[in-house]
């Protein structure tokens, strides 16, 4: 006979739910030592390898809080010893396992540190289908914190990011309250987050790697900044949006979803396209340069030509044809002053010497998803 050992809760309370048919439920800090005794059923799915954790080990080994566990006990029996709640029939884990799975990696590997305690909130007498159901509904209904959100709170921490959050509120700047730094982009033209990668493009030749990784891309702006000096980087920021408006229209736009050049596609390549060419910088390659010429032929290219437009919003290698309609038109019928490229040989958009974060042009609103850790 198998001797089932109790699950430990502490610092917990009891109440009865008038949302959940009067169903009795119990919050608090389940003791490392009773991980082990949860079970799992088979509407969960399996839990992931360790290469796939590692967010959620990072996050212990820095002592951030990790989200509520969701358990359901098959019954009601517990008791109550020094305020600690000894739950005593099979406990099974709704929503979790790869929070449990990584805690228990983490304290195998970290015995000489203090284990980690998650807190819980426990349904008791729940049957299979009833934790199957609410695994479907905490899996389906849950939302993802927007990147553009989490750049909002990153503006305080790295100096890069604040920068370009304070500029996007100056009256001078060409999107001006036209980027969201929220979790609905609604009507705003450009996500916080895309505006953040589409600059670490701009200025790859400086910084290099690109990344979909949100606090890479942080560290990448605050090293950007550091070589460039803030005022040049906002300079330079201000240039970029200033030439999209001179060139295809911005601050007068009505439909930004119908203007090609608003696409992230589009400004990928714009952005790369002018760090790719010493003609576009002076000061040692730190400050963005466009005189009257250059800004002529930049005219060249006409955006909303049906090929062009519907490359605009394309990924991956589509966008090196993109890339060289832009250079081709910039070139056309100049005897002498072509473009000179950085590189001996062309980088292409989906190379990994180009995107060694791999960064997916595509759109924002797709791309900036993280794999999610919400559905166990």
């Not at 709704?94 to 819980?120: C, E, H, S, W």
């Not at 426990?122 to 695994?135: D, G, L, Q, S």
């Not at 909002?152 to 920068?163: K, L, Q």
């Not at 705003?188 to 790697?209: R, W």
């Amino acid at each position: 006979m198998t001797v089932r050992i109790p699950i430990r809760i502490l610092d917990a309370n009891i109440r009865k739910s008038t949302s959940n048919k009067e169903r009795t439920i119990l919050r608090g800090v389940i003791h490392p030592e009773s991980l082990s005794a949860l079970q799992v059923d088979d509407y969960q799915r399996e839990a992931q390898q360790p290469s796939s954790l590692m967010s959620i080990i990072e996050a212990l080994e820095e002592g951030e809080p990790l989200q509520n566990l969701d358990l359901g006990m098959r019954g009601e029996k517990y008791q109550i010893r020094d305020g600690i709640f000894y739950l005593q029939d099979p406990t099974f884990i709704i929503d979790g396992l790869q929070r449990v799975t990584a805690t228990k990696l983490f304290m195998a590997d970290n015995p000489d540190v203090p284990p980690a305690y998650l807190g819980v909130t426990i349904y008791f007498n729940t049957t299979h289908e009833w934790e199957r159901e609410m695994f479907i509904t905490v899996n389906t209904r849950r939302r993802r914190v927007s990147p553009d959100k989490i750049m909002f709170n990153r503006r305080e921490t790295s100096e890069g990011v604040g920068m370009l959050y304070k500029l996007c509120s100056d009256p001078k700047f060409a999107l001006q309250d036209k980027v969201a730094w929220s979790q609905n982009k609604g009507s705003k033209f450009v996500g916080a987050f895309s505006l953040c990668k589409l600059m670490c493009v701009l200025h790859v030749h400086k910084v290099n790697g690109l990344s979909n990784d949100k606090d890479v891309v942080c560290a990448h702006l605050d090293r950007i900044l550091g070589d460039v000096g803030v005022g040049v980087m906002r300079d330079n920021v201000r240039l970029f949006f200033d030439l999209i408006d001179s060139t295809w229209g911005l601050r007068n736009l009505q439909h930004y979803q119908k203007a090609p050049h608003i696409k992230f596609g589009f400004l990928f390549v714009f952005a790369r396209f002018l760090s790719d060419h010493t003609e576009f910088w002076r000061s040692d390659d730190k400050r963005l340069f466009v005189d009257m010429p250059l800004r002529k032929a930049l005219h060249k290219f006409n955006v909303h030509e049906p090929i062009h437009a519907n490359l605009c919003g394309a990924s991956g290698k589509a966008l090196d044809q993109l890339y060289d309609y832009l250079v081709d038109d910039f070139n056309k019928g100049k005897r002498g002053k072509r473009l000179r490229p950085r590189h001996a040989h062309f980088v292409s958009m989906a190379s990994k010497d180009m995107a060694s974060g791999a960064i997916d042009p595509s759109d924002p609103s797709q791309e900036d998803l993280p794999p999610a850790e919400a559905a166990e």
